[in-house]
């Protein structure tokens, strides 16, 4: 039997999470190279995706979203490194959420429509540019022909509802739970998996889904058990009303685990990697004089 052909893709994109803050250019690319250098020894080739650095320059807004044109652009570079190699399985460490576009929608069409999609994460991120101006809160829309109209059009096959499902959602807004009951997207909660994956495998086994693609949003974590994300910024307190994670790390691990044994995992996407800690200490490192 033929082995699959892996990509590894490090996005460090930041750009979809800008909400005017600091942080987000600064501790996102941290975030994703730190994953890379975390990720096991592979023979996979592994591509760095150009990102526009961090610059401190006032976020624009075009068509409603903040920096429209550049998530735009490196969207399209990731979807153009992934062509050039053509692979069978795509591993994403980004970045926002907004990474998971173009190994996503490539995805689709390498299997002919037909991958199962698993949106672990805190947030369904199916909104769109009325309701808020970062383009990671609109990912998932994206993906199935909704969310922002210039992003959907990057997706060729969209995905249908019935081929996703919300895991660890909860606590949405009420245009996410408009959105949500419109689009007809299913939901297993975090307490329906908290000692079980079997609403998970059950959904891939009854819909005879043979490849699945994971988009792992780290917030989906109980952060008193993994703290590099969002909401665990000690120093720098940024409040934002948003769902927090509920499932445990070794959980999740079972859960992930349990799905490789159903099915073929072909994409995996990290995503809000958000590394306060080694950020921190890189920030105090860099101000010693005697370091340069």
């Not at 890379?36 to 080739?45: E, G, I, Q, T, V």
Request: with cysteine; glycine share 8%.
């Amino acid at each position: 039997m033929t082995a699959k052909k892996t990509l590894r893709l490090v996005m460090p994109q930041w750009q979809g999470a800008d909400g005017g803050m600091a942080y987000p250019g600064k501790v996102y690319p941290l975030g994703a190279r730190l994953l890379r250098f975390l990720a096991p020894d592979s023979d996979a080739p592994t591509v760095e995706v150009p990102v526009e650095p961090y610059s401190g320059l006032p976020r624009p807004i075009e068509d409603k979203v903040a920096w429209h044109r550049v998530v735009l652009k490196q969207a399209r570079a990731a979807r153009k490194i992934i062509d050039a190699h053509s692979p069978d399985r795509v591993i994403m460490f980004g970045g926002d959420c907004l990474v998971s576009l173009a190994p996503f929608a490539y995805l689709n069409e390498r299997y002919g429509g037909a991958v199962g999609l698993l949106w672990i994460d805190s947030h369904p991120d199916i909104t769109t540019p009325d309701a808020y101006e970062a383009a990671h809160t609109y990912v998932l829309g994206s993906l199935l022909g909704h969310g922002d109209p210039a992003l959907a059009e990057e997706v060729r096959i969209p995905y249908r509802p019935e081929q996703v499902r919300l895991v660890g959602v909860h606590d949405m807004h009420d245009n996410e739970i408009e959105t949500v009951g419109r689009l007809g997207l299913g939901i297993i909660p975090p307490e329906a998996v908290a000692g079980t994956s079997a609403p998970v495998t059950e959904w891939i086994g009854d819909n005879g889904f043979k490849q699945i693609a994971i988009h792992f949003d780290l917030d989906v974590l109980d952060r008193q058990s993994f703290r590099s994300q969002f909401h665990w910024n000690s120093i720098e307190r940024v409040e934002v009303q948003a769902a927090e994670g509920r499932l445990g790390i070794q959980r999740f691990t079972e859960l992930v685990r349990d799905v490789a044994a159903a099915a073929d995992v072909v994409g995996f996407s990290f995503a809000e990697h958000l590394p306060w800690d080694a950020y921190y200490l890189q920030t105090m490192m860099a101000s010693f004089p005697f370091m340069r």
